[in-house]
């Protein structure tokens, strides 16, 4: 299967993005590719200060429960970002945003083909998020990354290796599993199936 890619743009320091001028990517089944049972676009950009990244997800039946920072809220609804920096896929950082707005992260090391260290010590001071729902209902997840928080800055020409996903509950408790770049497997610690993200 062909490496995802995604062109990360700049965005001006003052005002709001203007979110439909950015380019959208889709999130499909992530053990095969096909697509998934609700809709899930996310996009991407950066501003003199932040790295944004929005999902737009269509919703009928929210969970969430977990109301503190690094609780397991992957037990229920939940998007997810993985950002590998250096692009080994032996560290890297996860992000999770509940619907209710409750953020888990962590720093995750990996050996291939053994279970992920998650350190779930380790937070992102830099990071902030937002949860809404549009007037047509779609839940929205507003992340931003602070750029003085990475040690390899998102400036022209660098590129890191990322994956976007969604945990959904649909209403008879059937969980489904959604990632921009398919993992062959239910399981989002894949680093080799991490697509690239280049800042232009």
């Not at 992530?30 to 049972?37: E, F, I, K, L």
């Not at 269509?58 to 992957?74: G, L, S």
Request: glycine share 6%; net charge negative.
């Amino acid at each position: 299967m062909k490496r995802m890619e995604y062109r990360c743009v700049l965005v001006p320091a003052q005002g709001e993005i203007d979110w439909d001028r950015i380019e959208s990517a889709e999130l499909n089944e992530t053990v095969d590719g096909s697509p998934s049972r609700l809709r899930t676009v996310v996009k991407m950009c950066r501003s003199p200060e932040y790295v944004h990244i929005r999902f737009e997800c269509e919703d009928d039946h929210i969970v969430a429960t977990y109301e503190n920072r690094d609780d397991p809220i992957y037990k229920e609804d939940v998007v997810e970002v993985f950002l590998d920096e250096e692009g080994n896929g032996t560290s890297y950082r996860e992000y999770e945003v509940s619907p209710r707005g409750v953020i888990f992260d962590a720093w995750i090391t990996k050996k291939p083909e053994e279970r992920p260290a998650v350190d779930v010590s380790w937070n992102d001071d830099g990071m902030r998020a937002a949860v809404t729902r549009s007037a047509s209902g779609t839940l929205i997840y507003d992340i931003a990354f602070a750029n003085e928080t990475f040690d390899k800055p998102p400036v022209p020409g660098a590129s890191w290796n990322m994956n976007f996903y969604r945990i959904d509950d649909d209403p008879q408790g059937k969980r489904h599993y959604s990632a921009w770049s398919p993992t062959g497997r239910i399981d989002f610690h894949r680093p080799d199936k991490f697509g690239t993200v280049q800042f232009v």
